[in-house]
């Protein structure tokens, strides 16, 4: 796969699966503008390590769910980079906390979707008038978007189930303008979300269910969002991939 000469947005890039995808679309040659929130000193380091390695990346800090700040990032990024933008990872989300519907208030539940789904769509509505043809756009869906989620997810499995959704109509009304969109729906993957909303005998019971009887990687899900990304995918489009070990099945 080659990026050369392609310039990427991802949302919450500086840490965990964004900074592994980062990296990567980095390593294939996008220029790469990460976007972070709470994680500024993740961010720093990410970017550091691209450069490192010899690639091109800037970070900008954003609050993607306002849209004068979803603006901001893509400002940031042509002023960078130059005016196209071809590849968009809406990366950046949250589980908030467990909470069960007895224990939810409005004010719970509609700061979830603005992370999950508002943030994802005020993405597409700033960046796509930048995206050529042969851009791509990869959103971060979920297992939960299938199943409906573990105990006390149901705010956040519902919003990646509208996710879902809305990846295949936008890749419906975009794809006659030759932009592909597509989204990745991993199971356990070993991140600060599951250090912070999973216990330990949780993600082991999880992981022993796995055919593949491991967690997933941050790099595993990098390395299917940069195919997702890349011409090689070039006839893909409004799929919800599953990457989960084999643990569940769409």
């Known amino acids: 796969m080659d990026l050369t000469g392609k310039t990427a947005i991802v949302t919450g890039g500086g840490r965990d699966i964004g900074r592994s995808i980062s990296i990567k679309l980095a390593s294939l040659g996008a220029k790469v503008a990460l976007n972070y929130y709470n ?4 961010a720093e380091e990410t970017l550091a390590t691209i ?4 690639g091109e990346a800037i970070a900008v800090k954003a609050d993607l769910t306002k849209m004068h700040e979803c603006q901001k990032l893509v400002t940031e990024t042509q002023k960078a980079f130059g ?3 071809h590849i968009l990872v ?5 589980l908030v906390a467990r909470k069960k519907l007895s224990e939810m208030d409005l004010e719970f539940w509609n700061l979830v979707m603005e992370l999950n789904l508002t943030s994802t769509f005020m993405m597409h509505k700033v960046t796509v008038p930048h995206m050529p043809k ?4 990869v959103n971060m869906a979920s297992l939960a978007g299938r199943d409906g989620g573990g105990g006390g ?5 519902t919003s990646k189930g509208a996710v879902m959704t809305f990846t295949r109509a936008m890749a419906k ?7 592909r969109v597509n989204s990745v729906c991993p199971g356990l993957i070993g991140t600060k979300f599951h250090d912070d909303f999973t216990p330990d005998h949780v993600r082991e019971m999880v992981a022993n269910k796995t055919p593949l009887r491991r967690e997933g990687h941050p790099d595993d899900v990098a390395d299917l969002v940069a195919y997702l990304a890349s011409d090689e995918s070039s006839f893909l489009a409004g799929t919800n991939v599953d990457i989960n070990g084999g643990l569940a099945f769409s």
């Open 153 to 157: 997810a149901s705010a956040y499995g």
């Open 83 to 85: 005016n196209e933008i």
């Open 90 to 94: 809406n990366n950046a989300g949250g």
């Open 134 to 137: 042969g851009s791509s756009i």
């Open 173 to 179: 009304e975009l794809g006659p303008d030759g932009i």
């Open 39 to 42: 994680s500024p000193v993740r």
């Open 51 to 54: 450069k490192s390695n010899g």
